[in-house]
């Protein structure tokens, strides 16, 4: 029986793909194993945010190749979409495929030899078309990713996305329901709901919405809980929130992109809101969802960020006080508009404001995980850790460790939270 291993950089979106493309192989008849195992094909989805994200796809094809030099090597991905010649120039490449043939991989690989070199990469920047990709299992996953949109029309002027992912697709609002339908009778009781743009989904079908799918979602058996993935800030306006709150499954923990905390750093990053339109965002959802962790992306150092609005972010941040953020230095992306201005930031500063901000959301963020000690939650237990506690997470994304005589993976259980350690909470079941 031939052998397929998978490699996933970048975001959620990636992962669920490659979950989709490993069934697809393991329908056809091939046993998936470890990408550290010797394999007869390797599939690689590739990431494209940063520079750093295509070095590090480079290395994993060059790992694949040590690991087993006659195998057939596909690399798919954002990184294959944005430079496939420089893709297929790699030693071992076999195959490219973009952002839309990952359905065909199986075919185009099994008519390959290892010798082959094809660029299967087509065109998405006019591409109005959803590929259909479908997961029926999550091996070892309590909770399952839903991919529900592909393609941004932002264009922030930091970002690749737009130019390998291609124009906003929605995924017909029935294929959601069945593949959600499918997993709850497979047992999975939280579904994540992930997209390139998700806040975009159904704008370009005209029949449907994302606050339509929360409420058709609702009335699934099986499922308990549905949490929304990266969303952008003015999808979530008082009048979205007014039409989902009543959503009794959906998850009080929201991931709004922040970027930056200052105006003009917004307007050259050609991102499509202010500072203040932010603030009424997450006012809106605390209002409406007053236990909900509202957490962020921060860049630091961005092209023109001068000291002084900097600070502005700085103290932006303080005022929002979120539940935690993912803090990262620009890094200039070939092919954006930002990457070519001349007045880009060292590195020895993008360190000192990186500092900063995170040393600002490790703040608010156990002030946040403390205001919950000596409640009892609802904790869905997800893995067994290497310290033999119980791990999981409760519907507003606090991490929970529990000690248990008996496996209680899958479960849902009341826990009392009773001290906070290094952004974890740790407690006893009291069911």
Same mark, same amino acid.
Request: with cysteine; net charge neutral; glycine share 6%.
């Given at each position: 029986?031939?052998?397929? !291993?998978?490699? +996933?950089?970048?975001?959620? =979106?990636?992962?669920?793909?490659?979950?989709?493309?490993?069934?697809?192989?393991?329908?056809?008849?091939?046993?998936?194993?470890?990408?550290?195992?010797?394999?007869?094909?390797?599939?690689?989805?590739?990431?494209?945010?940063?520079?750093?994200?295509?070095?590090?796809?480079?290395?994993?094809?060059?790992?694949?190749?040590?690991?087993?030099?006659?195998?057939?090597?596909?690399?798919?991905?954002?990184?294959?979409?944005?430079?496939?010649?420089?893709?297929?120039?790699?030693?071992?490449?076999?195959?490219?495929?973009?952002?839309?043939?990952?359905?065909?991989?199986?075919?185009?690989?099994?008519?390959?030899?290892?010798?082959?070199?094809?660029?299967?990469?087509?065109?998405?920047?006019?591409?109005?078309?959803?590929?259909?990709?479908?997961?029926?299992?999550?091996?070892?996953?309590?909770?399952?990713?839903?991919?529900?949109?592909?393609?941004?029309?932002?264009?922030?002027?930091?970002?690749?996305?737009?130019?390998?992912?291609?124009?906003?697709?929605?995924?017909?609002?029935?294929?959601?329901?069945?593949? =959600?339908?499918?997993?709850?009778?497979?047992?999975?009781?939280?579904?994540?709901?992930?997209?390139?743009?998700?806040?975009?989904?159904?704008?370009?079908?005209?029949?449907?919405?994302?606050?339509?799918?929360?409420?058709?979602?609702?009335?699934?058996?099986?499922?308990?809980?549905?949490? $929304?993935?990266?969303?952008?800030?003015?999808?979530?306006?008082?009048?979205?929130?007014?039409?989902?709150?009543?959503?009794?499954?959906?998850?009080?923990?929201?991931?709004?992109?922040?970027?930056?905390?200052?105006?003009?750093? $917004?307007?050259?990053?050609?991102?499509?809101?202010?500072?203040?339109?932010?603030?009424?965002?997450?006012?809106?959802?605390?209002?409406?969802?007053?236990?909900?962790?509202?957490?962020?992306?921060?860049?630091?150092?961005?092209?023109?960020?001068?000291?002084?609005?900097?600070?502005?972010?700085?103290?932006? =941040?303080?005022?929002?006080?979120?539940?935690? !953020?993912?803090?990262?230095?620009?890094?200039?992306?070939?092919?954006?508009?930002?990457?070519?201005?001349?007045?880009?930031?060292?590195?020895?500063?993008?360190?000192?404001?990186?500092?900063?901000?995170?040393?600002?959301?490790?703040?608010?963020?156990?002030?946040?995980?403390?205001?919950?000690?000596?409640? +009892?939650?609802?904790?869905?237990?997800?893995?067994?850790?290497?310290?033999?506690?119980?791990?999981?997470?409760?519907?507003?994304?606090?991490?929970?460790?529990?000690?248990?005589?008996?496996?209680?993976?899958?479960?849902?259980?009341?826990?009392?939270?009773?001290?906070?350690?290094?952004?974890?909470?740790?407690?006893?079941?009291?069911?």
């Amino acid at each position: 029986m031939k052998t397929a !291993a998978f490699y +996933t950089l970048g975001c959620k =979106v990636n992962q669920y793909e490659t979950e989709a493309v490993a069934e697809l192989f393991a329908d056809a008849g091939y046993t998936v194993v470890p990408f550290t195992d010797k394999a007869d094909c390797y599939i690689i989805n590739t990431c494209s945010v940063t520079s750093m994200s295509d070095r590090k796809s480079r290395q994993m094809i060059r790992r694949a190749r040590k690991t087993n030099p006659g195998a057939l090597i596909a690399v798919m991905g954002c990184y294959s979409q944005t430079a496939p010649d420089e893709v297929l120039k790699i030693d071992g490449v076999n195959l490219v495929l973009g952002t839309k043939e990952k359905g065909s991989v199986v075919r185009l690989i099994e008519n390959l030899s290892n010798t082959d070199k094809l660029n299967a990469v087509t065109d998405v920047r006019d591409s109005h078309t959803y590929e259909e990709l479908k997961i029926k299992r999550c091996p070892g996953h309590t909770r399952a990713y839903i991919k529900i949109q592909d393609g941004c029309s932002q264009f922030c002027s930091y970002c690749i996305i737009p130019y390998a992912r291609g124009p906003i697709r929605s995924r017909a609002e029935a294929e959601i329901i069945n593949e =959600v339908s499918s997993l709850a009778a497979a047992g999975y009781k939280e579904v994540i709901l992930t997209g390139i743009h998700a806040a975009s989904y159904g704008k370009e079908l005209g029949n449907t919405s994302l606050e339509q799918l929360l409420n058709k979602l609702e009335d699934i058996d099986g499922i308990e809980r549905i949490r $929304l993935s990266s969303i952008e800030p003015m999808t979530l306006n008082r009048g979205f929130v007014e039409k989902i709150k009543d959503c009794k499954k959906l998850c009080p923990h929201f991931h709004i992109s922040l970027q930056s905390g200052c105006n003009e750093t $917004l307007k050259r990053m050609n991102r499509h809101y202010t500072t203040e339109q932010f603030a009424d965002v997450v006012e809106g959802l605390r209002e409406a969802f007053p236990d909900c962790a509202i957490t962020t992306d921060i860049m630091v150092g961005f092209a023109g960020e001068t000291d002084e609005e900097f600070k502005k972010t700085l103290e932006f =941040v303080k005022k929002i006080a979120f539940a935690d !953020a993912h803090v990262f230095q620009y890094s200039q992306r070939r092919g954006t508009p930002a990457a070519r201005r001349p007045d880009q930031v060292s590195p020895e500063v993008k360190e000192a404001r990186s500092k900063a901000v995170i040393e600002e959301t490790a703040r608010s963020n156990k002030e946040f995980l403390q205001k919950h000690i000596g409640r +009892t939650m609802r904790v869905l237990i997800e893995t067994r850790a290497k310290d033999g506690l119980y791990e999981g997470k409760t519907s507003n994304y606090i991490t929970v460790k529990t000690e248990s005589d008996t496996d209680i993976c899958g479960q849902f259980k009341e826990i009392l939270l009773e001290r906070e350690e290094n952004g974890i909470i740790f407690g006893k079941t009291v069911d």
